[in-house]
Nanobody, 125 residues
């Protein structure tokens, strides 16, 4: 399984970026998806998760109200819209998928079946 994350880049404080995660797999619409991030010298942390149907989402407190996770199963794609970006949001962002966890389960356990390579997000002050 290959998860491909894209959309990272350099943006100023207060700006926006939209990350995408694509996997052309027949079972894509059965996976819950999660976004995680890791800044230099820090542990990987949970950012957001969405259920297979898109009907349930979870966010970390640090991004709630600024980030929106969504998915389009017909396009085998999950998205993370990031608004009002702050320098503290700078990190490598990873998308991941789970065959069996709910979105809430991803937020609680972070144990994913598939991981994509990260995409760098840098927010300048």
């Amino acid at each position: 399984v290959q998860l491909q994350a894209s959309g990272g880049g350099l943006v100023q404080t207060g700006g926006s970026l939209r990350l995408s995660c694509t996997a052309y797999e027949r079972t894509f619409n059965m996976w819950s998806l999660g976004w995680f991030r890791q800044a230099p010298g820090k542990e990987r942390e949970f950012v957001a998760a969405i259920a297979w149907s898109g009907g349930s989402t979870y966010y970390s407190d640090s991004v709630k109200g600024r980030f929106t996770i969504s998915r389009d199963n017909a396009k085998y794609t999950g998205n993370l819209q990031m608004n009002s970006l702050k320098p503290a949001d700078s990190a490598v962002y990873y998308c991941a998928a789970s065959n069996w966890l709910s979105a809430q389960g991803i937020a609680q356990t972070r144990t994913m079946d598939y991981w994509g390579k990260g995409t760098q997000v840098t927010v300048s002050s």
